[in-house]
């Protein structure tokens, strides 16, 4: 879930609302932590993961910073879960803003957007963020397909860059967000093809949570979920972009076998963040 | 307020009499108004199970499974309209009730409760009390 509209760091820095309207092109309003709270507790979510998206070589701004993800994390430490953002145009900085993020702000994760950052998923710069990442033991979220705002490219968004990464470099720990939609089967294959890449559910795109799921289910089949991707597919909701018993709702009501469903709603993000 | 579920009545009797003594004023009208495309304001009956019987209602009366022109990328918020059937349940039960202020107290029946309806929560929501008297 992005953290660019919680009241609590839009209050403190109002930059962050301008940034998350004008750049992020997010303009609900700005919800308390309580409200993504009630969220979860309206349906049965334990825990979160909080992401920030470093843009400060493209857009001049982090959304939110890292330490603002730690300071967020502080309030619910059971129930919230931090990842890091860093910025792979910075080159060594953005290796040791990782280890800061790990070290300091005990961040567990990394989440990368390469098309809204400007970097070159498959490039030098990105491959030493990834190497750090793996040796810090932290997974690492990358967005993958549309990105509704056209002041992007989205060609660094397709989830097929990353079956070479994948391949090459086996211990580190790859999520494709959105389903890759609407590169759906581009990321499946991806996914089915190597062992350390899982793949998320957030996000809607064709319509209503409950009308996107539909879509993907006739696209892949749910024998394919349950037999090819039921150890790799993760639950995410994509706050606030989505609320998330709205995303709940539409994933649990797949009609796929309870033990797969399980791992999709809890499992698989505990393999993800190496707790189980 | 701070609603905790996606379709809950919560009473607010008890915060527009507060707003409204806050203000001095005893006689006149007291109106209730949400911020909100997606919230309700009603007055009915303080009772739990009635409360489920609306809630339930108003899911049944316009259901979420159907083919809505809402839903679509929605530029103005930046994501997925996906709540047109909360805007129709909203637009139902109104944004707003009146009601006479006489002796500095709400004129009520003995039943009635004023109720913020949210459906499309949970969310944080806003809501102005404006009293014309003197």
């Known amino acids: 879930m992005h953290a660019v509209l919680i009241k609590e760091l839009t209050d403190s820095r109002p930059a962050l609302l301008r940034d998350a309207r004008e750049l992020f092109d997010l303009r609900t309003s700005p919800q308390p932590l309580s409200t993504l709270l009630g969220e979860m507790d309206a349906c049965g979510v334990e825990r979160s993961v909080l992401l920030p998206i470093n843009c400060e070589t493209s857009l001049r701004s982090k959304m939110p910073s890292n330490s603002e993800i730690a300071d967020l994390v502080k309030r619910e430490t059971r129930r919230l879960i931090g990842f890091a953002s860093v910025d792979p145009n910075a080159g060594k900085d953005a290796l040791s803003d990782l280890r800061e993020s790990h070290d300091m702000f005990g961040l567990k994760g990394l989440k990368l957007n390469p098309a809204m950052q400007a970097f070159d998923p498959a490039g030098r710069e990105a491959l030493d963020v990834y190497e750090e990442a793996e040796r810090l033991g932290m997974p690492i979220l990358v967005h993958t397909g549309i990105t509704f705002s056209n002041r992007f490219s989205i060609g660094y968004n397709r989830p097929l860059i990353y079956d070479d990464l994948a391949r090459r470099h086996p211990k580190i720990k790859f999520c494709l967000a959105h389903w890759g939609w609407p590169w759906v089967l581009d990321a499946v294959v991806v996914t089915i093809r190597n062992p350390n890449v899982y793949l998320d559910t957030a996000g809607t795109f064709a319509g209503t949570p409950t009308e996107t799921m539909r879509q993907i289910i006739s696209l892949l089949t749910t024998r394919v979920i349950e037999n090819t991707l039921g150890e790799r597919l993760i639950f995410g909701s994509d706050y606030p972009r989505i609320e998330m018993n709205k995303m709940f709702d539409a994933v649990s009501s797949l009609p796929l076998r309870r033990d797969v469903l399980d791992r999709i709603l809890t499992g698989n993000a505990l393999a993800f963040l190496g707790e189980s | ?134």
């Open chain 2, 1 to 134: 307020m701070n609603s905790k579920k996606s379709t809950e009545l919560i009473r607010i009797t008890d915060e527009v009499r507060r707003a409204v003594q806050m203000t001095g004023l005893k006689n006149g009208i007291v109106n209730v108004f949400t911020l909100h495309t997606t919230t309700g304001i009603t007055i009915n009956e303080d009772d739990v199970r009635l409360e489920e019987d609306i809630a339930r209602f108003m899911v049944k009366l316009v259901p979420e499974d159907d083919s809505y022109a809402h839903h679509r990328f929605f530029r103005k918020d930046g994501r997925m309209a996906v709540n047109a059937y909360s805007h129709i349940r909203a637009s139902l039960l109104g944004a707003n009730v009146t009601m006479p202020l006489q002796d500095g107290a709400l004129v009520l029946g003995s039943r009635q409760n004023i109720y913020l309806v949210d459906l499309d929560g949970p969310q944080a929501r806003g809501l102005v009390v404006q009293v014309i008297g003197e």
